[in-house]
T-cell receptor
């Protein structure tokens, strides 16, 4: 099955700086890559996703990039704010009628004021 | 719009007891997923349904776990008998296709 590795496991940034989280996947058939944000005591919330026919996608301060050849994708958060502090998960899906997601282990992001 | 609804939000039970977790997916979503989250194992997919039919239950840990989806608006995850190692947060998610939307979770503690 699909194996998704995520780095780093923890990330501390100064407010206003950028944060980058990287993930690699094992199955070249994977074609859908969502990112989730989980705040304490809540369920994961979908924040952005990308499909394999796209190299980059942006939504305000967050962006995701995908390198299919290297089988890795990254989340970029610019101008970080205290409310960006949370656990972030990457995931991958093969699709083609099977919409199971394989999740990375998560990155705990702390934004220092 | 109401999101995915799960109940109860917290459950404390004694080892050996039966536990039933409930989920109401977002209206119109045709796929439903049950996950378990622990510090040690992260987010694990237990089972998922498409159009109320179980498609993949390979993540269900043991025969003590069972899940049903009698209609498009309701699903249950049952553990019988429960054990301390079942303590975790259980999430339900629903999806109209690729995007999965998670509920708030049920925190289960088995003593």
């Amino acid at each position: 099955g699909e194996n998704v590795e995520q780095h780093p496991s923890t990330l501390s940034v100064q407010e206003g700086d950028s944060a980058v989280i990287k993930c690699t996947y094992s199955d070249s058939a994977s074609n859908y890559f969502p990112w989730y944000k989980q705040e304490l005591g809540k369920g994961p919330q979908l924040i952005i996703d990308i499909r394999s026919n796209v190299g980059e996608k942006k939504d305000q301060r967050i962006a995701v990039t995908l390198n299919k050849t290297a089988k890795h994708f990254s989340l970029h958060i610019t101008e970080t704010q205290p409310e960006d502090s949370a656990v972030y998960f990457c995931a991958a899906s093969i699709g083609s009628g099977d919409y199971k997601l394989s999740f990375g282990a998560g990155t705990t992001v702390t934004v220092r004021a | 719009d109401a999101g995915v609804i799960q109940s109860p939000r917290h459950e404390v039970t004694e080892m050996g007891q039966e536990v039933t977790l409930r989920c109401k997916p977002i209206s119109g979503h045709n796929s439903l997923f049950w996950y378990r989250q622990t510090m040690m194992r992260g987010l694990e997919l237990l089972i998922y349904f498409n159009n109320n039919v179980p498609i993949d239950d390979s993540g269900m840990p043991e025969d003590r776990f069972s899940a049903k989806m009698p209609n498009a608006s309701f699903s249950t995850l049952k553990i019988q008998p429960s054990e301390p190692r079942d303590s975790a947060v259980y999430f339900c998610a629903s999806s109209p296709g690729r995007k999965q939307y998670f509920g708030p979770g049920t925190r289960l503690t088995v003593t």
